[in-house]
């Protein structure tokens, strides 16, 4: 027996805002039912586990045990300023000269995420 990856619970101020971030992120919708001022909300990812947002009175203050990484359907750089105009911020950057590498962002709420290469960036490096 085995367990299911039912969803990835995301702690924040705003529930419903910091899911509407993600969800322009992904490209997803929020739950039908899911509106503002609601505690609990999530982005229906088209596979995989649903993106989970869980509204906490406490204010996050480390940096993240756990975080996403997304691979752009456009190129890394192309991604990251996207990201940057939603509201992301730029946290860290890991990207090397070579094309390798990665870039650190923060939602809103400062969750870090990584943006890695590209499928086509990555092509691009190992021809």
């Known amino acids: 027996m085995v ?7 995301i702690d924040c101020a705003d529930a419903y ?7 322009r992120v992904t490209g997803h919708p929020l739950h039908p039912e899911d509106k503002p001022g609601n505690l609990e909300t999530q982005v229906l990812l088209a596979e995989g586990p649903v993106l989970y947002f869980n509204q906490v009175p406490e204010p996050k203050k480390i940096k993240n045990r756990i975080h996403l990484c997304l691979r752009p359907e456009t190129s890394r750089e192309q991604e990251v300023e996207r990201l940057l105009g939603l509201g992301a911020t730029f946290v860290t950057d890991h990207r090397n000269p070579d094309g390798s590498g990665w ?6 709420e400062g969750n870090e995420f ?3 290469r590209s ?3 990555r092509a691009a490096t190992s021809s």
């Open 3 to 9: 367990s299911v990856l039912q969803n990835v619970a």
């Open 17 to 23: 805002e910091l899911a509407q971030f993600w969800s």
């Open 103 to 108: 870039a650190v962002l923060a939602d809103p």
């Open 114 to 116: 990584c943006v890695l």
């Open 119 to 121: 499928d086509s960036d």
